[in-house]
């Protein structure tokens, strides 16, 4: 087990390297003038379009240029991201926390009711509750996210001016960057409650409730979906079928034998679903104004800010192998079926 | 437990809906929300109107436009403005002694000498970073517009050249610049603020010296030191640029040398959605926002919000340029490349009547009406109405079918109207005004003879600045915003043969190359009104681009915000502003 | 045969959301086919897909029903820009079409290709496979597919070719995932000794194995391509404007959601019109996807 381990976390440099290099490979098919860009955004800038690919040695070959910028990363210097106007590294201070929090807290419920509703579905099959159930997931599952998120402020914003977009509103932002302000965890929610601020919590919160209920109502059919479609493999197995024959009682075989096995596929799932959720952030960030690292990724990539490209793709990559890494494991724990390695 | 706390979280939030709405009118707070982001507080690195719109109001020039006057001065942290008449300009207009106030303090509480004066205008010529705005001072103070020649090579005599054109004498500043130049003066009143030298020298930045110029000259972004570090002698200090939520947040400067500013707080913040800034104006959480005249239909009747309209701008949007020399290498834009119905030649456009059967083609009054909502009036030439050099007697084109058929028969000697054209009219992505206008070409145009076919494009803006680079694109749409308030700021760029447009464009005409320099060097304003309208005339008959309209924009704020006014050469005005006189009043219910 | 099918509408007719999805697919079908019927393109148009202009002031004009009487020349109102809605809903509908049946089928393909082959030859191949696999999966989908559509240029082509490219690699998983499991299995140990060639037990024992949950999620996942291509255009990459596709549509609306002040539900349509086709569109797919597996799972009968 350790061993497969260390050789999945040995991968991880490989998958970095080759994610760049995949990312440069793309890039070349980009004239310099493109890749130039980046820093001429205004017709009276036009002129120096030449220099600017002198400066910045745009018309190199992409594979000089890949190799300057892992040179640079092996002296400790991630880049500069034009688009967030800062260092590629203060970047993902700034911006990571805020998108984790999101996430976060967005996947708890997601996986809660997801199991929950996804059980009692498969066990009520085709009564009304499945139908409702499942109605109400699917129906979350087809919104758009930025419709559904355009709706939501439209109503709980723009009507009833409950909840906000953005992370936080100018009190609390003062607040924060104030200097008796303890940061310990870098989840703001939680380091309100740290330090004792409530009301800052608050704002913390509501800020926070638009976003995460666009993201739980849009994800949680897939987890739902995959819960109830495994407990009914499992239900319609023949070992639930003795136990039911033998006049075992029905939440008794749910509880203890179908929904173990049933929470195989959604272990291994889960991993991809928080993925899915961290690439599934960028729509809803951009709509909600909130400051993470999907927004920036994505506004890096339509400005071909390379260096903004590589430093939020490199971090959710990063994620990526660790989620994957942790779903193996579990896939292994709970299906001793499965050899590892 | 977390499904507990997240319905503990939402009843909290739907309990106490009252902290959002019933804000407290805050009196020294003030909030705009803009749409686009800075890209540097260094002032000789930033180029783009987001970061001068918070530069003007921390970093102080020379000189500063008297209230909406863009030819009037008055002087800032200079002690008198420099003229013929006071003696201040030597009779051949090729000195300038400039006294510098006294008792400014920076913000870090050092005053501020003239050597520190010298220094930022001698930092900012030699900075000249790539795509910078060093060559707006460095032609007129050098007498040539950059550091470096065209292999990129540093010219070894700049730093000598700046010593010798600008020194101190005692309490005065003296400029020695090598030809008189009009626009000099305007120039020093939005260019080269007064940064403290010991400060910037504290913080890593370059020294004054000659040994060193070279390694700070033309940098990389992030090795500045002043990106984000601010110093200035201005009304506001910065206190934060919070690169994550896109927002300033100004403070006061109680030590200022004038009365302090009546505002205590500024907050300065980038929100790309438009609803959401409307919300947050009709919620009185913003004090005043940026919204276009697109959206004007939805900002206009919100309860205690003006708007301001009629707001005269200095700018040239859009225009539509003719490329006379296309480059037709494996060119998407011209079809078959040929004149044969399929396509375009590469020198289509180089003929003058088909530029001018466009040029009856477009409705120009139906473009004002139509898509500025019938604000603005239209443009007669390249210099817009609120400078000297604008000439309202120039005559101008307007729709006229008839006489776009009469050029277009002429052209090319009849093949065109025989054979057709068909080529891709480009303009950059999500910039309505100009889709308009590619549209409207396309219509008139195609209705004249229906071997007519022009496909209007979006290209975004690595695309568009890669066909406009290579000049690949036959007709491009773009516009021309000022840097500084003066005629040459945009008959040079637009019709000069070695002007930004013309350039790519490969339009030149001698004449008015020879006209544009000599309105440039002539300092007495009857004559150079006289020059700059030959100009046009000659733009009229060429017609290298099509002018459409003299814009004019309006401000969406807050019914209780007080003293702004407005200057159209300000940074991103009328949204953003000077927020030194301005306060915040409420009405007596 | 007729047995079967009649099999088939029983089981249809017990779940009204089979039913419903049957229906709205049947429904955007029919658009998709009659779209040069249900609007004709103007006259001289070039490309039907380009949506017909009226004029070119940005405000929106309303729908038909809501519109006084010189102006209601528009079935669903006028977009920004003046684009007619509803010629851009109908023709719309057949971009959709396009964007999710070449996507899915490509990325179907690919996947079962590379999963199918990494989960039964196992060994190099897998790793190889696999860990190619993992590194598209690496990138947040979205922000690969938004580098892919800014880098080759925005327009719908390249928009379904990112949205394929970062579709494939689910598929593969789940497919190297069940074959694992199920080259494992009991039947397939007995086939093997039985002396079946490699291709004979993927094809008779594995694949159709685990088909089911791969056309199940590839159902799904329909719905979500167009969603993601939506995101694309909403985003300003995907097809140029005035090109009827509804995710552009939907950002065209985005300046008119809260209307003029007084009236905030002033411009609903230009919103709630292709928002809710979008949905509906999904919400079809994803209910035939719930269908497709009730009916052709063997193993829940």
């Known amino acids: 087990m350790a ?83 800062m260092p590629v590294a203060d970047a993902i201070r700034a911006f990571f926390p805020a998108t984790l929090e999101l996430t976060v807290l967005s996947f708890i419920p997601i996986l809660l009711l997801g199991v929950f509703f996804g059980t009692l579905s498969a066990v009520y099959k085709d009564k009304w509750l499945d139908q409702t159930t499942r109605f109400v997931a699917i129906t979350g599952y087809s919104l758009p996210s930025f419709v559904l998120g355009l709706l939501l402020l439209m109503v709980f914003y723009g009507k009833l001016q409950l909840f906000p977009p953005g992370r936080y509103s100018l009190d609390t932002d003062l ?167 | 437990m977390s499904m507990k706390k997240i319905s503990l979280l939402l009843v909290l939030g739907l309990c106490c809906p009252t902290s959002l709405k019933a804000k407290a009118f805050d009196p020294e707070t003030f909030t705009y929300l803009t749409f686009s982001d800075a890209d540097s507080l260094d002032p000789a690195w930033s180029y783009d109107t987001a970061s001068h719109a918070i530069i003007l109001n921390v970093y102080e020039p020379l000189f500063w436009f008297h209230e909406t006057s863009t030819e009037k001065l008055d002087p800032l942290i200079a002690a008198k403005v ?63 517009p950059s550091t470096r020649d065209e292999s990129g090579k540093l010219k070894p005599d700049c730093w000598k050249d700046a010593m010798k054109a600008v020194e101190v004498k005692g309490d005065t500043l003296v400029l020695h610049i090598p030809k008189p130049y009009a626009p000099l003066l305007t120039l020093l009143a939005s260019w080269a603020p007064a940064l403290s030298k010991q400060w910037v020298v504290k913080n890593g930045g370059w020294d004054g010296s000659e040994a060193t110029w070279a390694a700070f000259n033309n940098p990389k972004k992030e090795s500045s030191p002043l990106h984000e570090k601010t110093n200035g002698t201005g009304p506001f200090k910065v206190e934060r640029w919070d690169r994550a939520t896109k927002q300033f947040i100004l403070l006061r400067n109680d030590a200022y040398w004038r009365k302090p500013a009546r505002l205590k707080r500024v907050i300065v913040k980038s929100v790309d959605d438009a609803n959401a800034r409307k919300l947050e104006l009709a919620a009185g959480d913003a004090d005043n926002i940026y919204a276009d005249r697109p959206v004007y239909t939805q900002v206009s009747n919100i309860p205690g919000v003006d708007i301001i309209d009629d707001l005269p701008m200095m700018e040239m949007n859009p225009v539509a340029f003719f490329t006379f020399k296309i480059n037709a290498a494996g060119n998407p834009y011209v079809g078959s490349g040929k004149l044969d119905g399929q396509g375009i030649p590469p020198d289509f456009f180089s003929d003058v009547d088909v530029r001018k059967g466009f040029a009856y083609s477009m409705d120009y009054a139906g473009f004002i009406r139509d898509v500025s909502r019938g604000k603005g009036t239209q443009a007669t030439g390249c210099i817009p109405k609120s400078l000297p050099g604008y000439n309202p007697k120039q005559p101008v084109y307007s729709l006229d079918p008839k006489k776009a058929e009469e050029h277009f ?85 637009m019709v000069h043969s070695q002007g930004d447009y013309p350039h790519n464009q490969h339009y030149a005409n001698a004449k008015a190359d020879k006209l544009i320099d000599q309105a440039l060097y002539e300092t007495d304003i009857v004559k150079r009104k006289q020059l700059y309208a030959q100009v046009q005339a000659i733009e009229y008959d060429d017609v290298p681009h099509l002018v459409i309209q003299d814009t004019v924009r309006f401000r969406t704020q807050r019914d209780w915000v007080k003293g702004w006014y407005h200057n159209p050469i300000f940074p991103d005005a009328p949204y953003a502003s000077y927020f030194y006189p301005m306060y915040k009043e409420q009405r007596k219910p | 045969m007729k047995e079967r099918l009649f099999e088939v509408w029983k089981q249809l007719r017990s779940k009204p959301m089979s039913l419903l999805g049957f229906g709205l697919i049947a429904f955007f079908t029919l658009v998709a086919v009659a779209a040069p019927i249900l609007a004709p393109p103007e006259k001289n148009s070039r490309d039907a897909y380009l949506m ?3 004029g ?153 194995n685990c088909i089911y949950p791969l056309l199940v999620v590839a159902s799904l996942s329909m719905g979500r391509i167009v969603i993601t291509a939506a995101a694309l255009s909403f985003l300003g990459l995907g097809a140029p404007v005035g090109y009827a596709d509804w995710g552009q549509l939907i950002s065209l609306s985005r300046n008119w959601l809260l209307g003029s002040s007084g009236n905030p539900f002033e411009y609903w349509h230009t919103v709630f019109i292709p928002g809710f086709t979008i949905f509906l569109f999904v919400l079809g797919w994803n209910l035939l996807g719930d269908a497709v597996r009730d009916i052709l799972d063997p193993r829940q009968k």
């Open chain 2, 82 to 144: 420099p003229s013929k008449a006071n003696g201040l300009i030597s009779p051949d207009g090729r000195t300038y002694t400039i006294p510098i106030r006294k008792g400014i303090k920076f913000h870090d509480g050092t005053p501020m000498t003239p050597e520190d004066v010298r220094y930022s205008i001698v930092r900012f010529l030699l900075f000249d970073r790539n795509a910078g705005p060093s060559s707006l001072l460095m032609q007129p103070i050098l007498g040539y």
């Open chain 1, 3 to 85: 061993k497969f381990i260390l050789k999945r976390l040995a991968f991880l440099p490989v998958v970095m390297l080759c994610v760049t290099m995949l990312l440069f490979a793309i890039l070349q098919l980009l004239t310099p003038e493109m890749r130039a860009s980046l820093y001429v955004k205004d017709p009276r800038q036009l002129a120096a379009v030449d220099q600017i690919i002198e400066k910045y040695g745009l018309r190199d070959p992409v594979y000089k240029q890949w190799g300057r910028w892992l040179s640079q990363v092996a002296h400790g210097d991630l880049g500069y991201s034009e688009t967030a106007k």
């Open chain 2, 409 to 493: 028969r002429k052209a090319f000697a009849g093949q065109v109207w025989d054979n057709g054209f068909t080529f891709t009219l480009t303009y950059n992505t999500a910039n309505t005004p100009r889709q308009m206008l590619g549209q409207m070409l396309k219509r008139r145009v195609e209705s004249l003879n229906p071997k007519f076919r022009i496909d209007v494009r979006p290209i975004d803006w690595p695309a568009f600045l890669d066909g406009q680079r290579n000049s690949k694109l036959p007709i491009f749409l773009l516009g021309w915003n000022a840097d500084y308030p003066d005629p040459h700021n945009f008959a040079f760029p």
């Open chain 3, 56 to 208: 070119y002031s940005p405000d929106p004009v309303r729908p038909h029903w809501q519109e006084t009487p010189e102006k209601h020349r528009h079935l669903f109102g006028t977009t920004e820009g003046q684009y007619d809605l509803y010629y851009g809903m109908v023709w719309g509908t057949r971009t959709a079409f396009q964007v999710a049946l070449i996507v899915v089928m490509s990325s179907l393909a690919a996947g079962i290709l590379i999963g199918g082959a990494a989960g039964f030859y196992g060994g190099w191949i897998d790793e190889l496979m696999m860990r190619f696999t993992d590194i598209i999966l690496a990138f947040p989908d979205l922000i690969l597919a938004v580098v892919i559509v800014a880098v080759t240029r925005p327009s719908i082509h390249n928009v379904m070719i990112s949205v394929a490219a970062v579709s494939w690699p689910s598929y593969a998983r789940l497919l190297r995932g069940d074959v694992l499991s199920i080259k494992e299995r009991d039947f397939v140990s007995a086939a093997r000794a039985l002396g079946a060639s490699d291709f004979r037990i993927l094809g008779r024992h594995i694949i159709p």
């Open chain 1, 175 to 341: 607040l924060v960057h104030g200097e008796s302000f303890r940061h310990v965890t870098g989840l703001l929610s939680l380091d309100c409650l740290l330090n004792g601020e409530f009301k800052a919590w608050l704002d913390v919160a509501k800020h926070l409730v638009l976003p995460a209920a666009t993201l739980v109502y849009i994800d949680l059919a897939l987890l739902l979906r995959i819960t109830r479609s495994s407990m009914l493999e499992e239900l319609g197995k023949d070992y639930i079928r003795t136990a039911k024959a033998k006049g075992l009682p029905g939440a008794v075989i749910v509880r203890k034998h179908a929904l173990k096995n049933a929470l195989i596929p959604v272990v291994t799932l889960s991993s991809l679903i928080f993925i899915t959720l961290l690439g599934g952030v960028v729509i809803t960030e951009t709509v909600f104004d909130y400051p993470g690292i999907g927004r920036w990724g994505v506004v890096a990539a339509q400005q071909l800010d390379i260096a903004g490209v590589l430093g939020s793709t490199m971090l959710a990559a990063m994620l990526f192998v660790a989620a994957n890494l942790v779903s193996d494991i579990l896939y292994a724990v709970v299906d001793p079926r499965i050899r590892v390695g």
């Open chain 3, 52 to 54: 017909p202009q009226d």
